[in-house]
C-alpha cells in the first residue's frame, strides 16, 4: 500500500468511523481489525439489547434503522457490515497487530500478516478482550466463563452470575428464564445503579420474590467442581451447590499494548491515558487514541454515541497539520 496517511488499529464502530472520515476527506489509510468486523459486538451476548437508541449508534449520519428502539446486537452486526461493505472501506480482518514502532516521523505496524507504514496512528481497540479477573482458586477451571452468549447453554444449571452490572443482569435473568437457578454474587449493597432502567426493577423484583438469589457485600473466595465458596463482609463463609460460574466482572483496555506505543497512563486506579481531548492526539506525535479506550479504567464513561465524534476531531486535526507542512 506504501505509505500510508493513517493506520486505524481496531475495526469496531469508531474505528470503522474513522475510516469513513479519511475516505471522505481522501486521505489513505487502513483499518486493521484482529478478528470479523466490529469483533466486540460479535462478541456481545446473542440477545444482547443496546443501552442506546438506534439513532444514536449511527456514524457518519447513515441510518441505522431497528424494529425497536434500541437495536438488539444482530441489528447492530448488519449496520456496521453494511456500512464497511458498501463504502468499500480498506479493512484487513483477522489481522492481529503485533508492533507499532516509530522511525524517522513514520509509524511501522507489524501484523500477523504483513507490514505497514503510516504517518499517523489512530488506536480505537475498545476495552473487551481482557475481563477483570477474580483472581481466586478454581477460577481456571472449565465451568467458569469471563463472558456470556446464550442462555439455552444453562438451562436446568446450578448456575452463579458474579457482578452488578448490565451483562451480569442481563445474564442472570436471562438464564433463569430458561430455567436455571441462578445465583448472585454482587460485591456491592445493590444492583448497580446504571443497570439499563428497564431491567433493574424485573432484577430487583426476581430477587425479592425469590426466584433468583443474591448475596450482597459478598466475594467469590474459591470456585471447586461443583461448589462456589463465597464471604461476605463480615468475614463469614457460605458453600453453595454449583455447576457454572459466569464471572462477568468487567473488561479492562490493553494498557500493555497502550505502554508499549509510549503512550502515558496515569498511575492511580483510573489508568488514564495522554490524551488532548481538544484533538485526541496523545504525548506520542501523530499517535490519536478514538472511542472507549480513551477512559482507561472507566469503562463506563465513552460509548459508541458520545466518542463518534472522535473520527471527525482526529482527521481535522490531521488536515490541519497537513495543510501548515504544505500550505
Not at 448497580?192 to 457485600?217: C, H, L, M
Not at 474459591?222 to 461448589?227: G, K, L
Request: charged residues 25%.
Amino acid at each position: 500500500m506504501g505509505l500510508l496517511d493513517i493506520a486505524i488499529i481496531g475495526g469496531g464502530p469508531i474505528g470503522i468511523a474513522c475510516g469513513l472520515e479519511a475516505q471522505k476527506k481522501g486521505l489513505s489509510y487502513v483499518i486493521l481489525e484482529k478478528g470479523p468486523i466490529v469483533n466486540s459486538l460479535f462478541n456481545y451476548p446473542a440477545n444482547m439489547q443496546f443501552f442506546s437508541s438506534s439513532e444514536r449508534l449511527e456514524i457518519d449520519d447513515i441510518p441505522f434503522i431497528s424494529k425497536e428502539a434500541k437495536p438488539k446486537r444482530d441489528e447492530a452486526l448488519e449496520y456496521y457490515r453494511r456500512i464497511v461493505t458498501s463504502n468499500k472501506l480498506n479493512i484487513q480482518l483477522f489481522e492481529k497487530v503485533l508492533e507499532v514502532q516509530k522511525a524517522n516521523d513514520i509509524f511501522h505496524v507489524r501484523t500477523s500478516k504483513g507490514q505497514y507504514q503510516a504517518n499517523h496512528v489512530i488506536v480505537a481497540t475498545g476495552f473487551y478482550d481482557i475481563p477483570n479477573l477474580l483472581n481466586v482458586p478454581g477460577e481456571d477451571l472449565p465451568k467458569v466463563s469471563h463472558y456470556y452468549d446464550n442462555p439455552h447453554y444453562y438451562a436446568g444449571q446450578k448456575v452463579a452470575v458474579v457482578g452488578a452490572s448490565n451483562s451480569a443482569i442481563d445474564a442472570a435473568l436471562e438464564c433463569w428464564r430458561k430455567g436455571a437457578e441462578v445465583t448472585l454474587i454482587i460485591r456491592g449493597t445493590e444492583v448497580g445503579q446504571r443497570v439499563k432502567y428497564w431491567v433493574r426493577p424485573d432484577i430487583i423484583n426476581r430477587i425479592e420474590e425469590g426466584s433468583i438469589t443474591a448475596f450482597y457485600n459478598s466475594t467469590v473466595k474459591a470456585i471447586h467442581e461443583d461448589t462456589l465458596e463465597i464471604t461476605n463482609e463480615k468475614g463469614e463463609t457460605k458453600t453453595i451447590p454449583n455447576d457454572f460460574v459466569l464471572a462477568l466482572t468487567g473488561y479492562k483496555p490493553n494498557f500493555q499494548f497502550l505502554e508499549m506505543l509510549g503512550i502515558h497512563i496515569t498511575k492511580d486506579e483510573k489508568r488514564l491515558p495522554e490524551y488532548d481531548p481538544e484533538t485526541m492526539e496523545t504525548n506520542v506525535e501523530n499517535l490519536y487514541l478514538a472511542g472507549v479506550i480513551c477512559g482507561g479504567m472507566e469503562t463506563h464513561k465513552w460509548f459508541i454515541e458520545n466518542s463518534r465524534i472522535h473520527a471527525k476531531m482526529i482527521v481535522a486535526h490531521i488536515l490541519d497539520k497537513n495543510q501548515k507542512r504544505h500550505p
